[in-house]
């Protein structure tokens, strides 16, 4: 790799965590909002200054707003997915930023009178954070000995994003206005303008070339500048001068070595829908435990304790990025040492995912039983795994699985499936006002996420029935 490659796979682990999945650190800005009132207008009697006491019509609205916010965010998976493979990644991450910038800047300028405001302003910043994650994935492809580990710490940082809210919240703690922290986010959000212009490549990285013209922005304007030079001196070209685009005639290798493997095919393959289906109910999962985390602690805690448990949520789960390359390492280890050398290397992949796909089945598993054990700090140790193996597994799946040509569009098929499965969330939160309730609910949960445990099975009976296959071939 060059120190551009390097320089590229830096900033975009850094783009991902500061401007990722900031929306799953709801739990802790949620405190902070219903500290300075927001919503308070729906309740009869509003909450006293310094204590958390939201009535029945405020929890709704913060649960709604999470909600839309969840769902937008999986179900612009597939514009912008088609976007990305289309019309490339500064086209799309153009909008993305713009998404993130304005979502900040209506932060910023809201207050407890303009509540209505978090509607879209973390619409916005959700959607904008996704697409940060899914155009970044593609630099996988210049870690080629380390590509699975570069997914889940990519989607580990996606994870870590939480840790922006709970900075949001220990700045409030400390004294800082809370509209003085969204305006410092919302110039932050400068920084992804800058990568996708001079880092990211614009259409797609070319992994093929030799030099990085053409791979990044940066270079490209500089390219771009010489070249225009050159022109300027020497009006006239060869005749016999190619006159083809580097860029273009590179994608055009990527496109026929894929051609085999069609779009279509991928989305007719049995894989990839329980691959869909698995992230359905883990995503159902987590959000439903994101979203109710308030209201669950409330109703087994006393009120004192609200402030610190939802101080340990942030703390604890600052450290999903350094539990996300774990999964990506075993699947890495697995594909390369498993079995002798006549494996084929799609059965030795297959045999990789289901690992990881295996023990984040498990996990999730893990999850359900702390929770209807009321074990508030075990929950918070296993999601702080689970978050960061979920993604991860489902984009390392789409990733080895299929032509990256198509990821973005299939990842976007897989994520709005996902969220349109996540709009049964708002429902669950609604039916959970006593604590008997809420475990019928987390019962539930525990036995469709037992019926997941469909998508590993396939993939390692596929793998056996390759093998089988080329026994018999030889």
């Given amino acids: 790799m060059t120190v551009l490659d390097t320089l590229s796979i830096f900033t975009a682990l850094l783009e991902v965590l500061l401007q990722g999945g900031v929306i799953y650190g709801w739990p802790s800005i949620q405190f902070v909002l219903i500290q300075e009132g927001y919503f308070a207008l729906n309740c009869s009697s509003p909450p006293d200054n310094g204590t958390i006491t939201p009535c029945s019509s405020d929890e709704a609205s913060f649960n709604l707003v999470f909600s839309l916010a969840t769902v937008a965010l999986m179900i612009s998976a597939i514009p912008l997915g088609y976007i990305f493979d289309i019309f490339g990644t500064w086209t799309s991450r153009s909008i993305a930023c713009f998404l993130s910038t304005f979502g900040w800047t209506l932060l910023a300028v809201m207050s407890p009178q303009t509540a209505g405001l978090l509607f879209p302003a973390m619409i916005m910043i959700a959607t904008g954070g996704l697409h940060f994650l899914v155009s970044n994935v593609q630099l996988s492809d210049l870690t080629t000995n380390f590509k699975s580990a570069y997914i889940f710490l990519l989607n580990g940082a996606f994870d870590s994003a939480i840790v922006v809210f709970f900075l949001n919240k220990v700045a409030y703690d400390s004294g800082i206005h809370l509209t003085s922290v969204f305006q410092f986010m919302a110039c932050l959000s400068v920084f992804?303008?800058?990568?996708?212009?001079?880092?990211?490549?614009?259409?797609?990285?070319?992994?093929?070339?030799?030099?990085?013209?053409?791979?990044?922005?940066?270079?490209?304007?500089?390219?771009?500048?010489?070249?225009?030079?050159?022109?300027?001196?020497?009006?006239?070209?060869?005749?016999?001068?190619?006159?083809?685009?580097?860029?273009?005639?590179?994608?055009?290798?990527?496109?026929?070595?894929?051609?085999?493997?069609?779009?279509?095919?991928?989305?007719?393959?049995?894989?990839?829908?329980?691959?869909?289906?698995?992230?359905?109910?883990?995503?159902?999962?987590?959000?439903?435990?994101?979203?109710?985390?308030?209201?669950?602690?409330?109703?087994?805690?006393?009120?004192?304790?609200?402030?610190?448990?939802?101080?340990?949520?942030?703390?604890?789960?600052?450290?999903?990025?350094?539990?996300?390359?774990?999964?990506?390492?075993?699947?890495?280890?697995?594909?390369?040492?498993?079995?002798?050398?006549?494996?084929?290397?799609?059965?030795?992949?297959?045999?990789?995912?289901?690992?990881?796909?295996?023990?984040?089945?498990?996990?999730?598993?893990?999850?359900?039983?702390?929770?209807?054990?009321?074990?508030?700090?075990?929950?918070?140790?296993?999601?702080?795994?689970?978050?960061?193996?979920?993604?991860?597994?489902?984009?390392?799946?789409?990733?080895?699985?299929?032509?990256?040509?198509?990821?973005?569009?299939?990842?976007?098929?897989?994520?709005?499936?996902?969220?349109?499965?996540?709009?049964?969330?708002?429902?669950?939160?609604?039916?959970?006002?006593?604590?008997?309730?809420?475990?019928?609910?987390?019962?539930?949960?525990?036995?469709?996420?037992?019926?997941?445990?469909?998508?590993?099975?396939?993939?390692?009976?596929?793998?056996?029935?390759?093998?089988?296959?080329?026994?018999?071939?030889?």
């Fill in 192 to 474: 992804p303008w800058l990568r996708t212009f001079l880092l990211m490549p614009k259409n797609k990285i070319l992994v093929d070339k030799d030099s990085s013209v053409g791979r990044y922005g940066i270079m490209e304007i500089l390219h771009f500048a010489k070249r225009t030079e050159i022109n300027s001196s020497f009006n006239l070209q060869s005749p016999d001068q190619d006159n083809s685009n580097p860029e273009e005639s590179s994608n055009n290798n990527t496109q026929n070595k894929n051609k085999e493997l069609s779009l279509k095919s991928c989305l007719k393959s049995p894989l990839f829908w329980t691959n869909l289906i698995f992230l359905c109910v883990g995503y159902l999962r987590l959000v439903f435990y994101l979203g109710s985390y308030i209201t669950w602690i409330s109703q087994i805690q006393p009120p004192d304790r609200i402030d610190f448990f939802a101080n340990l949520f942030g703390y604890i789960l600052i450290a999903a990025g350094l539990a996300a390359p774990i999964n990506g390492v075993i699947c890495d280890a697995v594909v390369k040492y498993s079995g002798d050398s006549n494996i084929s290397q799609n059965t030795r992949k297959l045999r990789g995912l289901f690992v990881t796909m295996f023990i984040t089945g498990c996990i999730e598993i893990i999850l359900n039983i702390t929770v209807l054990t009321h074990s508030i700090y075990g929950s918070l140790v296993i999601l702080l795994f689970f978050r960061s193996f979920l993604f991860g597994s489902v984009a390392n799946f789409l990733a080895l699985n299929f032509p990256m040509v198509h990821f973005g569009q299939l990842y976007g098929v897989t994520f709005f499936a996902a969220g349109l499965f996540s709009l049964l969330q708002y429902a669950l939160f609604l039916s959970i006002e006593n604590s008997y309730l809420f475990s019928i609910v987390n019962y539930l949960l525990l036995a469709v996420c037992i019926l997941s445990f469909v998508h590993p099975a396939l993939i390692i009976v596929k793998a056996y029935t390759n093998k089988a296959s080329a026994v018999t071939r030889n």
